[in-house]
């Protein structure tokens, strides 16, 4: 039996408790679309997409940046409705301003965006409203709607298979972030509670969007997040319906200032804004020697075999860790083709020819996974250094904005192996780079 004493204090917090309700329960509440997916697949196709950015992204190494976007991130993820997601904040090294909410709760944001935004307030808002779209399950939903229209299945849906059959990637022209206006003005309203409860201005959401989507590096930023209709009025509204701000709102931290400023010494040679271009070409050549091959190029480029593949580029060729001038060297193992020996051309061999095509096809399916925009313009038959080849012209996205030109020979060797030579230009400077991949190729020496 309660005591007098104690009936009184819970008579009391009852009436805190009734005070405060009315407030909390003011605010929008969340409303997440038709999804095929559960939240926990939500954070599985999160990380397996973010696996693959890991290992193609340059991720930031200063640990005060890292540790900085991660106590903000997780500041603001707190506040976050629905489903209690394991965000995560990645900042990676890029010049451009970009950035990616995966579903699950993994955020990146380029160096360039953290550096463009003028103060802290505004990084917030963009944090929030990202936040906002992980949320609401904007991505899976969109994954979810895709997958149904492509099958005409319904019902709960493999994480694998979805990624599988959608080509889904993390790039900028995802799926995934391909937002309509109704996700951006739900983001909107979830972000303008979080900053509320943080005591970050929400006011300054408009504001972060128009300063980074004015910038010249905005890249797809503008299109990914397109401007939801009478975006300040609805963020007014939704702070009309939280209530007087207990407090002053949030200025810069020392934090945020001495991010920027690390980040401005990490921007790695060799790697180029939207805005540049790289140096001519010189007309003075020189030979890379490889274990199996020997092919020409400029000697005002340089050679990378740090990754998968060998890279013959200009400084400056890389551009939002994609290659935008140059060419990409590699090899590729088609399935069930017989090897042929040089100068198997000798007699026209109509069989010999469709080994080859089937093979260049075969490697434009692989290519496409990592590339979806990716499209053949006109493909031909040729011969290179005595070996069966083939000569195509293909279009894509690319890491500048707008449409690359590219140039790919892929060589059958006797060893059953298809040699690919990717010249690489935006289409802008197809002119200039084509003959210039014309002749590359036709330097080529096999041992």
């Given at each position: 039996?309660?005591?007098?004493?104690?009936?009184?204090?819970?008579l009391?917090?009852?009436?805190v408790?009734?005070?405060a309700?009315?407030?909390?329960?003011q605010?929008?509440?969340?409303?997440t679309?038709?999804?095929?997916?559960?939240?926990?697949?939500?954070i599985?196709?999160?990380?397996?997409?973010?696996?693959?950015?890991?290992?193609?992204?340059?991720?930031s190494?200063?640990?005060?940046?890292?540790?900085?976007?991660?106590?903000?991130?997780?500041?603001?993820?707190?506040?976050?409705?629905?489903?209690?997601f394991?965000?995560e904040?990645?900042?990676?090294?890029?010049?451009?301003?970009?950035?990616?909410?995966?579903?699950?709760?993994?955020?990146?944001?380029?160096?360039?965006?953290?550096l463009?935004?003028?103060?802290?307030?505004?990084?917030?808002a963009?944090?929030a409203?990202?936040i906002?779209h992980?949320?609401?399950?904007?991505?899976?939903?969109?994954?979810s709607?895709?997958?149904?229209?492509?099958?005409?299945?319904?019902?709960?849906?493999?994480?694998?298979?979805?990624?599988?059959?959608?080509?889904?990637?993390?790039?900028?022209?995802?799926?995934?972030?391909?937002?309509?206006?109704?996700n951006?003005?739900?983001?909107?309203?979830?972000?303008?509670?979080i900053?509320?409860?943080?005591?970050?201005?929400?006011?300054?959401?408009?504001?972060?969007?128009?300063?980074?989507?004015?910038?010249g590096?905005?890249?797809?930023?503008?299109?990914?997040?397109?401007t939801p209709?009478?975006?300040?009025a609805?963020?007014r509204?939704?702070?009309?319906?939280l209530g007087?701000?207990?407090?002053?709102?949030?200025?810069?931290?020392?934090?945020?200032?001495?991010?920027?400023?690390?980040?401005?010494?990490?921007?790695?040679?060799?790697l180029?804004?939207?805005?540049e271009?790289?140096?001519?070409?010189?007309?003075r050549?020189?030979?890379?020697?490889?274990?199996?091959?020997?092919?020409?190029?400029?000697?005002?480029?340089?050679?990378?075999?740090?990754?998968?593949?060998?890279?013959l580029?200009?400084?400056?060729?890389?551009?939002?860790?994609?290659?935008?001038?140059?060419?990409?060297i590699?090899?590729?193992?088609?399935?069930?083709?017989?090897?042929?020996?040089?100068?198997?051309f000798?007699?026209?061999?109509?069989?010999?020819?469709?080994?080859?095509?089937?093979?260049t096809d075969?490697?434009i399916?692989?290519?496409?996974?990592?590339?979806?925009?990716?499209?053949?313009?006109?493909?031909?038959?040729?011969?290179?250094?005595?070996?069966?080849?083939?000569?195509?012209?293909?279009t894509?996205?690319?890491?500048?904005?707008?449409?690359?030109?590219?140039?790919?020979?892929?060589?059958?060797?006797?060893?059953?192996?298809?040699?690919y030579f990717?010249?690489?230009?935006?289409?802008?400077?197809?002119?200039?780079?084509?003959?210039?991949?014309?002749?590359?190729?036709?330097?080529?020496?096999?041992?």
């Amino acid at each position: 039996m309660f005591s007098t004493k104690t009936k009184f204090a819970v008579l009391l917090l009852g009436s805190v408790v009734a005070l405060a309700v009315p407030i909390s329960a003011q605010r929008t509440a969340l409303r997440t679309g038709t999804n095929s997916f559960t939240t926990q697949q939500d954070i599985e196709m999160g990380r397996a997409l973010a696996r693959d950015a890991d290992s193609t992204l340059a991720l930031s190494e200063d640990p005060a940046t890292r540790g900085y976007i991660r106590t903000l991130g997780s500041e603001l993820a707190t506040h976050a409705p629905g489903y209690k997601f394991p965000y995560e904040f990645r900042v990676f090294v890029d010049p451009d301003i970009r950035s990616m909410a995966l579903p699950g709760g993994i955020i990146y944001l380029s160096s360039g965006l953290v550096l463009a935004t003028p103060s802290e307030p505004q990084l917030a808002a963009f944090l929030a409203h990202q936040i906002g779209h992980v949320a609401a399950r904007h991505g899976s939903e969109q994954v979810s709607a895709e997958y149904s229209r492509l099958t005409n299945r319904f019902g709960r849906v493999s994480v694998s298979d979805a990624i599988s059959r959608l080509n889904l990637t993390a790039g900028p022209d995802s799926l995934l972030s391909s937002y309509n206006s109704q996700n951006e003005q739900q983001a909107d309203t979830i972000a303008t509670q979080i900053l509320y409860d943080t005591r970050f201005d929400p006011r300054q959401i408009p504001t972060a969007f128009q300063n980074l989507q004015q910038d010249g590096r905005s890249g797809d930023l503008a299109f990914n997040h397109p401007t939801p209709p009478n975006r300040t009025a609805a963020i007014r509204r939704e702070m009309q319906q939280l209530g007087p701000l207990p407090g002053s709102w949030r200025g810069d931290s020392a934090a945020f200032r001495t991010a920027q400023a690390d980040l401005k010494n990490e921007i790695p040679f060799g790697l180029a804004s939207r805005d540049e271009s790289p140096v001519p070409p010189s007309n003075r050549w020189t030979a890379y020697d490889g274990v199996d091959f020997e092919i020409r190029y400029p000697d005002n480029w340089r050679v990378d075999e740090s990754g998968s593949s060998l890279i013959l580029a200009p400084d400056g060729g890389n551009v939002s860790g994609g290659l935008a001038y140059g060419m990409m060297i590699n090899t590729f193992q088609p399935e069930g083709q017989n090897s042929f020996g040089r100068n198997s051309f000798a007699v026209p061999n109509q069989s010999l020819r469709t080994s080859v095509s089937t093979a260049t096809d075969q490697l434009i399916d692989e290519l496409r996974r990592s590339n979806p925009s990716m499209r053949v313009v006109r493909k031909t038959s040729k011969r290179v250094d005595g070996f069966d080849a083939m000569a195509l012209e293909l279009t894509n996205n690319s890491p500048l904005g707008g449409t690359e030109v590219d140039h790919l020979t892929a060589v059958l060797h006797s060893n059953g192996e298809l040699y690919y030579f990717l010249g690489v230009a935006p289409q802008r400077d197809n002119g200039q780079y084509a003959p210039l991949f014309d002749r590359m190729t036709a330097s080529i020496r096999f041992y």
